[in-house]
């Protein structure tokens, strides 16, 4: 087993995601890797070190859309723990989640990492497939 460090990590994972609106619209991407691999999610990314969180949620948001957005506030932090069928844990991250807005909903330009993106109501974000991390920050826990 090859450990890096994201899959099979040797201690937690601290990453920022970032729930972007625009009035009552939310921005969901389509992840294309693992974890999370077709689902629907919000942009967002590792902290690189010397990095503020600020600083990561503005970067990932800019380098999986390509939009400059408002960062608001701090929603949750959420953990994602995978195990694999051995019982190993597969990926263990901490999710910082921010909300963010802009005015309108601008032109995206999506990354490789992102397979599609979608404008959806907030209220119908729960009926997409959506990530276990996106599910945990909407739900609250």
Request: proline share 4%.
């Amino acid at each position: 087993m090859v450990s890096n460090c994201r899959e099979y990590p040797t201690r937690p994972v601290v990453a920022v995601s970032v729930l972007i609106k625009s009035g009552s619209k939310v921005l969901l991407i389509k992840r294309r890797f693992n974890p999370g691999s077709g689902k629907w999610s919000i942009p967002g990314g590792l902290i690189e070190l010397g990095e503020t969180i600020r600083e990561a949620a503005l970067r990932e948001v800019y380098e999986e859309t390509g939009l400059t957005v408002n960062l608001d506030k701090l929603l949750n932090v959420v953990d994602y723990i995978e195990v694999d069928e051995r019982g190993v844990i597969r990926f263990h991250y901490v999710l910082i989640c921010l909300s963010a807005y802009i005015n309108c909903a601008l032109s995206i330009k999506p990354s490789e990492e992102v397979a599609d993106f979608i404008w959806v109501e907030e209220s119908a974000v729960l009926n997409y497939d959506i990530t276990d991390s996106l599910r945990k920050l909407l739900s609250g826990k």
